[in-house]
């Protein structure tokens, strides 16, 4: 039975997880050095779907990887579908959760994405470029799957368990 119940355990643990990155309660888009900075762009929510999502930058010296303020940091957004469509929005700490972030939020249809992010402090530049597709809104039900069915497992470990106690006893 221990056995059983270890197996059921191991499956569930291997099923369940997610094998994204995270941080910050993103997803880890790019990492790039540029100039003098080292620039990670991430977006959240993971997965990105149809709707408000974020887009949020660390900048950091590529050197000491010290995190850079008073830097100008602007997102360009490109729909694949429309190229004319571009959106440009300043990245801020008023917008961020993380107050070493820098972030911008903007309502998104499905589709693909270029994003472009361009940082500049005094004369130094760095950009970092990143293509990311966003789901239709209805993709976010699939991803629940493992919060409705969780109760199955138990109940087949029971199950199990009385059909091998049964041919015990039998």
Not at 59 to 81: C, F, K, M, N
Not at 128 to 152: C, I
Request: hydrophobic residues 50%; charged residues 20%.
């Amino acid at each position: 039975m221990r056995t059983l119940i270890r197996l059921a355990c191991i499956c569930w643990l291997l099923v369940v997880p997610d094998a994204r990155c995270w941080a910050d309660g993103g997803a880890v888009r790019a990492i790039q050095r540029d100039g003098p900075f080292q620039i990670s762009a991430f977006t959240s929510p993971n997965p990105l779907l149809a709707g408000p999502a974020d887009i949020s930058v660390l900048l950091q010296d590529a050197h000491s990887l010290a995190p850079v303020e008073e830097a100008r940091i602007e997102v360009t957004i490109v729909p694949r579908s429309r190229a004319y469509a571009a959106v440009t929005l300043p990245a801020t700490t008023d917008a961020a959760t993380n107050k070493l972030f820098r972030a911008c939020l903007i309502d998104l249809e499905p589709g693909w994405y270029d994003v472009e992010v361009n940082c500049e402090k005094a004369q130094a530049r760095g950009k970092v470029r990143f293509s990311v597709e966003v789901g239709a809104a209805g993709a976010q039900r699939a991803a629940l799957w493992p919060w409705f069915t969780w109760p199955a497992v138990p109940i087949l470990v029971f199950s199990l368990h009385q059909l091998l106690s049964r041919k015990k006893n039998a």
